[in-house]
């Protein structure tokens, strides 16, 4: 009888815990399958901070970017991670959508170690490897940099070479170009195979009068979702940043992250930890003024292309509590 009591309780245990899943909401992520999103999604996941704030996160690997906003707006996903621009752009051309922080990391210009190149004047006849296109925000705020400090015109001056980041890397690390701009982990990885950083695009839009504390990247979810269900949306914002405090401090977490992060050697790891911990935002709302005038600039040389009619932030933009 003490058996099939014990039976019959744990049973019952099981059964309410999957009626109470059954009740948690899910909130689907589609993401670049080995995006750098993945280590906080992974960490939120591993320590259940989804289900301590009332939802079950689901993960959604991705072939790219383009293919998760697609997902997205055909509402075969909840969330996806984009920067704060595009939300913008989305919202100027009437798409109800809303950006909650994620990372302030950025890049910069990388040279080989023994490069002769003291700043960008010296990049003057030399190829570029720029990750993306034309229209990549840290390649916009470094051109105005260069005009607005060495009355440079890089897009004159200089040969760009643009392409996807591993092949920028690849060019990179194999001197195929003079100096490199590449997505900030790509260029932790850079500076462990011996380059270094000759401008960094955060340093450049503190010299352009932008804040370097703006978050630009983030995660992305429907303003009706916001309105309806503010628990769920404020709990996915919580769980990231309850998986951002370890990770700002846990070297064990890190370890256990490790074989996901396509790191070759110690000193990769490392730089990418390093790159991860110092993108990190603070907690709290965003500058909005900071923002607008980041906007105006993008737009100034961005135009149409990059931002549509976003010509001014739109109201809205950020998840109004900003944690």
Same mark, same amino acid.
């Given at each position: 009888?003490?058996?099939?009591?014990?039976?019959?309780?744990?049973?019952?245990? *099981?059964?309410?815990?999957?009626?109470?899943? &059954?009740?948690?909401?899910?909130?689907?992520? &589609?993401?670049?399958?080995?995006?750098?999103?993945?280590?906080?999604? /992974?960490? !939120?996941? +591993? +320590?259940?901070?989804?289900?301590? /704030?009332?939802?079950?996160?689901?993960?959604?690997?991705?072939?790219? %970017?383009?293919?998760?906003?697609?997902?997205?707006?055909?509402? #075969?996903?909840?969330?996806?991670?984009?920067?704060?621009?595009?939300?913008?752009?989305?919202?100027?051309?009437?798409?109800?959508?809303?950006?909650?922080?994620?990372?302030? $990391?950025?890049?910069?210009?990388?040279?080989?170690?023994?490069?002769?190149?003291?700043?960008?004047?010296?990049?003057?006849?030399?190829?570029?490897? *720029?990750?993306?296109?034309?229209?990549?925000?840290?390649?916009? !705020?470094?051109?105005?940099?260069?005009?607005?400090? +060495?009355?440079?015109?890089?897009? $004159?001056?200089?040969?760009?070479?643009?392409?996807?980041? =591993?092949?920028?890397?690849? &060019? @990179?690390?194999? %001197? #195929?170009?003079?100096?490199? !701009?590449?997505?900030? +982990?790509?260029?932790?990885?850079?500076? @462990?195979?011996?380059?270094?950083?000759? *401008?960094?695009?955060?340093?450049?839009?503190?010299?352009?009068?932008?804040?370097? #504390?703006?978050?630009?990247? %983030?995660?992305?979810?429907?303003?009706?979702?916001?309105?309806?269900?503010?628990?769920?949306?404020?709990?996915?914002?919580? @769980?990231?940043?309850?998986?951002?405090?370890?990770?700002?401090?846990?070297?064990?977490?890190?370890?256990?992250?490790?074989?996901?992060?396509?790191?070759?050697?110690?000193?990769?790891?490392?730089?990418?930890?390093?790159?991860?911990?110092? %993108? !990190?935002? @603070? =907690?709290?709302?965003?500058?909005?003024?900071?923002?607008?005038?980041?906007?105006?600039?993008?737009? #100034?040389?961005?135009?149409?292309?990059?931002?549509?009619?976003?010509?001014?932030?739109?109201?809205?933009?950020?998840?109004?509590?900003?944690?």
């Amino acid at each position: 009888m003490t058996f099939m009591k014990s039976l019959g309780t744990a049973i019952a245990a *099981i059964c309410l815990s999957t009626m109470a899943l &059954a009740d948690t909401p899910t909130l689907r992520a &589609a993401v670049l399958e080995f995006g750098t999103v993945n280590w906080e999604l /992974n960490t !939120i996941k +591993h +320590h259940r901070f989804d289900t301590a /704030n009332g939802f079950n996160l689901e993960v959604q690997g991705m072939a790219g %970017g383009a293919a998760a906003k697609v997902a997205f707006q055909g509402g #075969e996903a909840d969330v996806i991670v984009s920067d704060w621009l595009w939300v913008a752009r989305q919202r100027a051309a009437g798409k109800d959508f809303v950006f909650i922080p994620y990372s302030k $990391a950025v890049g910069g210009v990388m040279v080989p170690g023994d490069s002769p190149a003291q700043d960008l004047t010296d990049l003057a006849g030399m190829k570029i490897g *720029i990750a993306g296109g034309p229209l990549d925000k840290s390649w916009l !705020i470094l051109r105005a940099y260069a005009e607005k400090n +060495h009355d440079m015109d890089l897009v $004159a001056e200089t040969e760009q070479v643009f392409g996807a980041p =591993p092949l920028i890397f690849g &060019a @990179a690390t194999s %001197g #195929e170009v003079g100096a490199a !701009i590449n997505f900030w +982990h790509f260029a932790a990885k850079m500076e @462990a195979a011996g380059m270094r950083t000759l *401008i960094d695009v955060s340093d450049a839009s503190a010299d352009l009068g932008l804040d370097p #504390e703006t978050p630009l990247l %983030g995660y992305v979810v429907r303003g009706e979702m916001v309105r309806d269900n503010p628990d769920l949306i404020n709990g996915l914002a919580s @769980a990231s940043r309850a998986a951002k405090d370890l990770l700002a401090t846990d070297d064990a977490e890190w370890a256990r992250l490790r074989p996901n992060m396509n790191a070759k050697t110690d000193a990769q790891f490392a730089a990418l930890v390093a790159g991860f911990r110092a %993108g !990190i935002p @603070a =907690p709290g709302p965003i500058d909005e003024a900071a923002a607008g005038r980041m906007l105006e600039l993008m737009y #100034e040389l961005g135009g149409e292309e990059l931002l549509g009619q976003a010509t001014a932030l739109p109201d809205g933009t950020f998840l109004s509590n900003g944690s």
